[in-house]
């Protein structure tokens, strides 16, 4: 890579990094104003973790609650409603073969709304279900992208 496409890179991270975390803490704000419960369990959690000392590494990985918020908020209002992909050798998915080169789009918002994996309050703003951390929430499937690469 010449120093410019390096340059260009490096832009992409920093803007696409603000944008989703400007994005991720709106929804945020809107869910936690309209679920009020699950607004004071965080904040009493964190109250709890920080006590009388300044945010840290270790206490910001004691933040359950947070974390199980966090998580659903981008269940449902994820980042990327779409995730493009370059299949790079011949693949054969549920009887259809799909050759090198094809251009596939996995499209996210289907996968967090899906009702088969999240139940049928999948519409519903509900951190529990994030209780048990994110490969219980998803029964081991590959269907919780949050944050997705665009790789070629």
Same mark, same amino acid.
């Given at each position: 890579m010449t120093i410019d496409e390096v340059m260009d890179e490096c832009k992409?991270?920093?803007f696409a990094g603000q944008e989703t975390t400007a994005s991720l803490l709106v929804w945020m704000m809107i869910l936690l104003s309209k679920h009020q419960e699950w607004q004071s369990r965080a904040r009493e959690e964190v109250l709890?973790?920080?006590r009388n000392k300044s945010l840290d590494l270790d206490g910001l990985n004691h933040?359950?609650?947070?974390? $199980?918020?966090?998580?659903?908020?981008? =269940?449902?209002?994820?980042?990327?409603? +779409?995730l493009p992909r =370059?299949?790079?050798r011949d693949i054969t998915v549920r009887g259809r073969t799909l050759p090198s080169g094809t251009e596939v789009r996995v499209p996210? $918002?289907?996968l967090h709304?899906?009702?088969?994996?999240? +139940?049928?309050?999948v519409k519903e703003f509900k951190p529990k279900r994030f209780s048990g951390g994110?490969?219980?929430?998803?029964?081991?499937?590959v269907t919780y992208l949050p944050f997705v690469k665009y790789i070629s």
């Amino acid at each position: 890579m010449t120093i410019d496409e390096v340059m260009d890179e490096c832009k992409l991270f920093y803007f696409a990094g603000q944008e989703t975390t400007a994005s991720l803490l709106v929804w945020m704000m809107i869910l936690l104003s309209k679920h009020q419960e699950w607004q004071s369990r965080a904040r009493e959690e964190v109250l709890n973790v920080f006590r009388n000392k300044s945010l840290d590494l270790d206490g910001l990985n004691h933040l359950y609650v947070v974390t $199980m918020i966090i998580h659903e908020v981008l =269940r449902l209002y994820p980042p990327a409603v +779409g995730l493009p992909r =370059r299949i790079n050798r011949d693949i054969t998915v549920r009887g259809r073969t799909l050759p090198s080169g094809t251009e596939v789009r996995v499209p996210v $918002m289907l996968l967090h709304y899906d009702e088969e994996t999240w +139940g049928a309050d999948v519409k519903e703003f509900k951190p529990k279900r994030f209780s048990g951390g994110v490969s219980k929430a998803v029964k081991n499937q590959v269907t919780y992208l949050p944050f997705v690469k665009y790789i070629s």
